[in-house]
Structure formats: structure tokens, C-alpha cells
């Protein structure tokens, strides 16, 4: 019913900046959570960044100061804007959003997008 579709991964120096989005498409009411994950290889899959669904953000304590996350709604789209970029940024990121559907909750994922710091 829903499928995501990120775009905007690529490869930066050191101390630049990239904006990654992930736009819905399908049938969406409410969201209950919608944020941005990384894997890395050889890690686990962490999450970096998110909405809660009363609309307070989270971030990992190694992006804060660094990352922002934010939507608009309009489009479906949620961005991440990532700052002052760093080597062990580098990593597949994720999007995800969860849904309510016939009284559970459903995980979508986006399908991941390259970022690459090179020092």
C-alpha cells in the first residue's frame, strides 16, 4: 500500500553536506513514527533521526548538532539535512515509516541511500 522512495546520497569530502529526502506514494493516513536509520557494513542498523507521532524529534548523539530532520507534509516527503560531515558518517540510509493498519502498526522501508565521506 505505501512505498518509499529516497534520493539525494552521493559522495562528499570531509566537512560537507548532503540532503537526502524519501517520498510516499500510496494510501497513507496517519503516521505513527517516520525517521532515518544507517548501516553501515559490518554494523548494526541505528537509527539517526526521527519524528515521533506527537511530532518531537529524536537524534543519535553522534549527528546532534549536525543532522536535521524535517517534513512537509504536502509532498509526503521527509528530509534529512546532514552537516559538517564526517567519515563515520558513511553508511546505506534508510527511511522508515510506520502506519497503522487493521489494528497493528506495519514498517515501511525506503530502499537506502548511498552516502560516502571520504577524508
Known amino acids: 500500500q505505501v512505498q518509499l522512495v529516497e534520493s539525494g546520497g552521493g559522495l562528499v569530502q570531509a566537512g560537507g553536506s548532503l540532503r537526502i529526502s524519501c517520498t510516499a506514494s500510496?494510501?497513507?493516513?496517519?503516521?505513527?513514527?517516520m525517521g532515518w536509520y544507517r548501516q553501515a557494513p559490518g554494523n548494526q542498523r541505528e537509527l539517526v533521526a526521527a519524528f515521533s507521532s506527537g511530532g518531537a524529534t529524536y537524534y543519535a548523539d553522534s549527528v546532534k548538532g549536525r543532522f536535521t530532520i524535517s517534513r512537509d507534509t504536502a509532498k509526503k516527503t521527509v528530509y534529512l539535512q546532514m552537516n559538517s560531515l564526517r567519515p563515520e558518517d558513511t553508511a546505506v540510509y534508510y527511511c522508515?515509516?510506520?502506519?497503522?493498519?487493521?489494528?497493528?502498526?506495519?514498517?515501511?522501508w525506503g530502499q537506502g541511500t548511498q552516502v560516502t565521506v571520504s577524508s
Open positions: 500510496g494510501s497513507i493516513g496517519s503516521i505513527n513514527f
Open positions: 522508515k515509516v510506520v502506519i497503522p493498519e487493521g489494528g497493528s502498526y506495519k514498517d515501511y
